[in-house]
Structures are given as C-alpha cells and as structure tokens.
C-alpha cells in the first residue's frame, strides 16, 4: 500500500538533495545499480540545476523545493520494483516542467521513495502550488494510478464516515441527538398504526417536521433543537420507505423492532486473583515533557514544601504561565516532541498561508478590475487569521525552547547546591553529637 506525504523546502536545498541521494541509503547490498535517477537535469548536479532555473526566472526566493516521500508496506514491493513506481510517479506528475530527483532508501524495513523537485519550472518559470486540493487530484490520484498498474494496493475510503461526536459518544455509551430521535421514532412506529398517525404521534412530542411532495429530503427537528435532522442520516431503517415497511409489519402483528441490529452482549471474561492489569499511562516526552516539567516548576500546581527554593530568574517568569501553558496545549494537539515535526508543522502552515495568500492576490486583481469578490477576499482573510497565529506560536516555541532548557537547568544547579547543603549539616551535627556525646558505662 503506498502512502505519500509531501514536504515544502525552505531552506537550504542543497542538504535536503545531499539526503536524497545519499549513497549509503539508496545502494543495493549486493553491489547491484544505485537506486537515484535524474529527470531533467544532471545527477551529479541536480542542485546546482535548480538554482540555475530559478535565477534564469528571478525566482530565487520563497519555497525552494517540494520534498515528496512515497513509501510502501514492509513485504509489498521489491527495492527495483519501488523505485520503478518512484520514477513513474514522479515522471507523470512532474516530468514535463520540472527537475527533479528520485531515489528509493533501503535503510528501513518499509521501502520508500524520496521526489525531490524544484520548486520554479524550467518551462516557463511557474511556481508549484501546493495546496489540498492538488494533493487528492495530483500527487494521490495519479500515485493510485502508479500503484493499481503495477498491482500495489492503494489508500481509497470505503464509505462516508461517521461524525466524530457520534462514534465517541457511540464509544463511551452516551447518548446522542440522533440516537434519541430514533429511540422517539421506534416509540411513535410502535404506538401508530398508519403513516400519518405515525408523523402525528411524532409531533405531540414536540418534533417539528418537514415534508411534503415539494421538499427534497424529510427532515425533522426534536424539542429545541437548533436544526432540522435528515431521516437519511439516521441510518438503516428509519427512511420513508423503512418507516413504512415497519409500520405494515406492526399491522400484520410483527415487533416493530428497528431494521438496524442490535448490538451484541459483551464477552465476559474471568480475571485471575480477581484483578484487572492497570494500563500504563502514555509517557511524555519531548517537547512536551519538557513544558509540563517546567510548568510543575512555575507552580501550575501547589508545589512540595521540601521543594528546594527556585532562582530567582525562574520565578519570575510565572508572569508567561499563561503564554507557556497556551503552547503546551498547541504542542499537545498537534502531538509535536522535537525540532523536526515543529518545522515540518511549521512548514504545512506556511504552505496553505502562500497558497491563500496567491489566491486572494488574484482576488485583488480581479476587484481591481471591476469584479465583485469582496465576499471571497473576505473568506480567505478570515481563514488567513488562524493559521498564522498557529505559525507565529511555532516561532514562540521554537524559541521558548531553549530558554526553557537554561531555566530548568539552573533549578537543577539550585536543586543540587541545596541537597549538597543539606548534607553538609546533616554531617556537621552527627560530628557534633558523636564529639559530646558522654561515654558508655
């Protein structure tokens, strides 16, 4: 199964080609053929082709390259097979306007390909734009392509997926809004007898509904609710057609059960010395180990009283616990522990802000011309405010850092200083007590 990933390059170029091509991942153990290839440009200096481009265009600034990575599962493909796909993919996708680099590592029980591609064409010195939608129409339409013509299983969703607040609330057995709508509607199938009694027993207990030969879908709304429910999204058994083949078997003398199974008992099982094992908690670690340690120190809980009295630059940074406390939660969320994911996070944020902001240029030159699109520069501007407060915290972070680092390490320093003091009067008055203490008789 191939799984791909794509990475914007902002700097320094040359050392992510020096990691593409690095001989000791990309050589075959048996001394067989080296697994690179170069598609518009020289091997040997791809990197230096790059440049040339885009001082050719005046486009030396911004992203300078897009680093894809195509991998396979461990046992899927063979070494030659994968970088075959690599070098497809990447000639369909990119061949016709860019340089680029492709090369397979073997270093990993799971193949991968590493594409790496200018980020200005040599055609006609057009940038790449990356953006969502090009991903699934581009990079993971024609990958799936790749993949199904040399027999590799491909990532495709099978069906729409259930809302989030449902399978939790599904998971941890609390009730939902569509769950008690169909618990209303099996109570007002098994008190009617018609389909118009059926919608009558369902408007005495307060359901607004909507129907009728002139409304697409039959929807209804419970007791204050805010929005109307579409029967269709409540599953199997509880559309029109269903609702009135549920009613006929309650006038045959059938339970009006719903057409939706019931879900089956859970197992029970017997525990030895009547003790259930304990799941060990998930360790922190990281980044994120490293603010929640020095949150505890900033007093973000009532500390010990042995606790060995803090220095006095660490005490006085709890005027940022808010500001500390805030990126421990954004590092928490976006499950970041070390440099690498907060720059590769760092630089997916910076690529939707450069598409946006390419788009509501365009906006402008169209408005400029006379187009009304205020509403849609609006929409972007309103979308642009997030994200790069989301940027700007990954700056903050990156810096916090390490000063964090430093402050923890002067709280070691006190903490070590204090139990060596400690110590040394511990040792004092046993030198004391043993000197008058009086002889034994």
Sequence with gaps: MAYDKIIPVRARLDHCADYVLNPEKTSLPDGGPRLATAINCQLDTAYWDMMATKRRWGKSGGVQGYHIIHSYTPGEVTPMEAHEMGVELAQRLLGDKYEVIVSTHLDHDHLHCHILFNSVG????????????????????????????????????????????????????????????????????????????????????GYTIKRGPNVKHTAVRPPGGARFIRLASLGDGYTEDAIKERLAGVRRGESPIAASPPKPPSRRYA???????????????????????????????????????????????????????????????????????????????????????????????????????????????QKLRPLRQKLKTCGQIEQAVSHIRSQTELCRDAQRKEQEHQKAITKTRQARSQKFSPPDR
């Design 122 to 205: 040599f055609m006609d010195g057009a940038k790449f734009r990356n953006n969502f939608q090009d991903y699934y129409r581009d990079i993971r339409g024609i990958s799936n392509e790749v993949s199904r013509a040399h027999g590799v299983s491909v990532i495709e969703p099978e069906a729409k997926g259930e809302h989030y607040a449902e399978w939790s609330a599904g998971q941890s057995g609390k009730a939902t809004v569509r769950g008690l709508i169909r618990q209303d509607m099996d109570a007002a199938i098994n008190s009617a007898f018609t389909y118009q009694t059926f919608w009558e027993q369902l408007a005495r207990m």
């Design 271 to 381: 525990v030895k010395n009547g003790l259930l094992p304990r799941r060990p908690h998930q360790k922190l670690k990281g980044f994120r180990a490293l603010y929640v340690h020095y949150l505890y120190l900033l007093g973000i809980r009532r500390p010990s009283p042995k606790r060995p009295p803090l220095p006095f630059s660490v005490r006085k940074e709890v005027t940022r616990l808010n500001r500390y406390v805030a990126q421990f939660r954004f590092l928490q969320a976006n499950r970041v522990d070390n440099a690498a994911q907060l720059a590769m996070l760092g630089d997916a944020l910076q690529a939707e802000i450069d598409a946006l902001t390419d788009q509501r240029k365009d906006l402008y030159r169209r408005k400029r011309r006379g187009q009304d699109v205020d509403g849609e520069i609006q929409a972007i501007t």
